[in-house]
């Protein structure tokens, strides 16, 4: 298996919402009632988190919150405003984290579900 990679081809899970150390337990929560509420189950099919934070070695006031939103269309100009709106509220309420990347794409949906999962979904 290549690092990062499943034997399937799929991106392998890196880590797990139980690993998320306490420090930014409160960065994730408030990540995801603002992706809940600016996206709502009508244009997001599910959030991956995915980097230091889930793997458990994020380093408060060093790590960034990384991000992925599968989207059940082609993210707009819209999608991807709400998204950096998010970016910015969360950068300025938490200073455990350096920064915010919030990455939306479509959610490619075959019979195993939506392809591109990561680390830590919700």
Same mark, same amino acid.
């Given at each position: 298996?290549n ?9 392998a899970r890196?880590?797990a ?26 244009? $997001?099919?599910?959030?991956? $988190?995915?980097?230091s ?5 994020a ?5 960034d919150?990384? $991000? ?10 819209s ?5 950096e ?5 969360l ?13 939306? $794409?479509?959610?490619?949906?075959d ?6 999962a990561?680390a830590?979904?919700?």
């Open positions: 298996m690092e990062g990679w499943t034997a399937t081809g799929t991106i890196e880590g919402l139980d690993r998320v150390p306490a420090a930014f337990v409160p960065v994730v929560d408030a990540a995801r009632a603002h992706i809940t509420e600016k996206f709502g189950r009508t244009r $997001l099919h599910s959030a991956f $988190l995915y980097g934070i889930p793997r458990g070695t380093t408060p006031g060093v790590s919150l990384d $991000l992925q939103l599968a989207l059940h269309d082609e993210p707009t100009e999608d991807r405003a709400d998204a709106a998010i970016e910015a509220v950068d300025r309420a938490f200073p455990q984290i350096d920064g915010v990347g919030i990455v939306a $794409l479509p959610c490619a949906v019979e195993a579900g939506c392809s591109g990561t830590a979904g919700w």
